[in-house]
Structures are given as structure tokens and as C-alpha cells.
Nanobody
Framework: QVQLVESGGGLVQPGGSLRLSCAAS????????MRWYRQAPGKERELIAH????GTTHYADSVKGRFTISRGARVYLQMNNLKPEDTAVYYC?????????WGQGTQVTVSS
């Protein structure tokens, strides 16, 4: 079974940057789309960015202009100009064929 592992989270001051990374334990075939979600305490899970097989990207308004999703051997989320409201657990999800593979999440805390 494929497992995804996110890394790169941590504590950062407002205005700072982090780069999240998501790696798969095995090759995922027929990748259609890669997504990053986040979930803050007491809030619903939010889709913040995705990249499809063609390379087209899409961002939630809340992160547009600050976050960048990219892919290589892994899927990345570059987060700049972080704000306290970005504090959440961040999850990557990769769709391969008919299946969605989820990671366990990585905590991002933005605080002074």
C-alpha cells in the first residue's frame, strides 16, 4: 500500500516562509492530480492548491500569490509571507487512477 509522508512543517514567524514536501513510499501510477489541503482547529478541511498532470495549477483565494505548488519526484508547497491564519495541519493527497492517497499531515504554526 502506498503511503505519503509530508515534511517541512514547523513554527515560523509571521512573514516567514516554509517549504512542505510530500513523498510517496512507492511509485504511484497514472497520477491525475496532486493536492494540498489544510485543516485548522475547529474549521473544515480546505483545499488550498492543486496541480494536474498537465502542470496546470489552481489556488484558493486565501493563499493565491503567496503559495506555490510544484512537483518533481515529490510534490511541494512553497509558502511565503505566512500569516497566523495559515496555522493548520497540512495534508497532501495524490490521485492515481481511481484512488486517492493521503498523508498523515504536517503541522504549520505561524506565530510570533
Amino acid at each position: 500500500q502506498v503511503q505519503l509522508v509530508e515534511s517541512g512543517g514547523g513554527l515560523v514567524q509571521p512573514g516567514g516562509s516554509l517549504r512542505l514536501s510530500c513523498a510517496a513510499s512507492r511509485t504511484i501510477f497514472s497520477i491525475n492530480v496532486m493536492r494540498w489541503y489544510r485543516q485548522a482547529p475547529g474549521k473544515e478541511r480546505e483545499l488550498i492548491a492543486h496541480i494536474i498532470s498537465s502542470g496546470t495549477t489552481h489556488y484558493a483565494d486565501s493563499v493565491k500569490g503567496r503559495f506555490t505548488i510544484s512537483r518533481g519526484a515529490r510534490v511541494y508547497l512553497q509558502m511565503n509571507n505566512l500569516k497566523p491564519e495559515d496555522t493548520a495541519v497540512y495534508y497532501c493527497i495524490v490521485r492515481g487512477g481511481p484512488y486517492d492517497y493521503w498523508g498523515q499531515g504536517t503541522q504549520v504554526t505561524v506565530s510570533s
